[in-house]
């Protein structure tokens, strides 16, 4: 029992560290001159916010269709 629990914890974990990892940016790039009024464009450069949106819809709706199914299986079975 113990063992299950320190595998599960110590494979979040490792899931984590890696998703942190590969999700990492350089930094941004030093200021030029200052009194160029210059710009720099921003950090990410616009990134897309919708797919992500389309992932967390996604999951949720998996994780209610999953809690529904085992709520007709469990009431099926009394």
């Known amino acids: 029992m113990k063992k299950k629990i320190f595998q599960l ?5 490792l899931a984590l560290f890696i998703s942190g990892a590969i999700f990492a940016q350089n930094p941004p790039p030093p200021p030029g001159d200052p ?7 921003p950090v990410g450069g616009g990134t897309p916010v919708g797919s992500g949106m ?3 819809i996604a999951l949720a709706a998996f994780y209610g269709a999953g809690k ?11």
């Open 54 to 56: 389309v992932t967390l």
């Open 9 to 13: 914890i110590l494979t979040a974990c």
């Open 35 to 41: 009194g160029g009024g210059g710009g720099n464009p």
């Open 68 to 78: 529904t199914y085992q709520l007709t299986k469990y009431k099926k079975a009394r």
